[in-house]
């Protein structure tokens, strides 16, 4: 199994920067992706990005020329540097890790979840 920790959200004015972290622990070797989704009020969780083992990164249109994922192996974690925040960006983050159960499926292990409150 995979367990992920989130940290860094807050309150920020719009035009404003944050940077998410998750640290991840367990059996990281099985980990396919990792990244991070948010859950708006009144809407689904919709995925923002997420980096595979293999390093390509896959973005939300929203996302796009604004948030970068990037990773630190040595730490086991993952971050999420976000600029030019919206009022629309507020939601709450989650970090999630799909990972290898066995050689035949994935699960997704997901973290508690980070508030980010962007004013307008």
């Known amino acids: 199994q995979v367990q992920l920790v989130e940290s860094g959200g807050g309150l920020v004015q719009a035009g404003g920067s944050l940077r998410l972290s998750c640290a991840a622990s367990?059996?990281?070797?099985?980990?396919?992706?990792i990244g991070w989704y948010r859950q708006s009020p009144g809407k689904q969780r919709e995925l923002v990005e997420h980096?595979?083992?293999?390093?390509?990164?896959n973005y939300a249109d929203s996302a796009k020329g604004r948030f970068t994922i990037s990773r630190d192996n040595a730490k086991n974690t993952v971050y999420l540097q976000m600029n030019s925040l919206k009022p629309e960006d507020t939601g709450v983050y989650y970090c999630?890790?799909?990972?290898?159960?066995?050689?035949?499926?994935?699960?997704?292990?997901w973290g508690q979840g980070t508030q980010v409150t962007v004013s307008s």
């Open positions: 980096i595979t083992s293999g390093g390509s990164t």
């Open positions: 999630n890790a799909r990972y290898w159960r066995d050689s035949y499926s994935l699960r997704d292990s």
């Open positions: 367990g059996n990281i070797a099985s980990i396919n992706a």
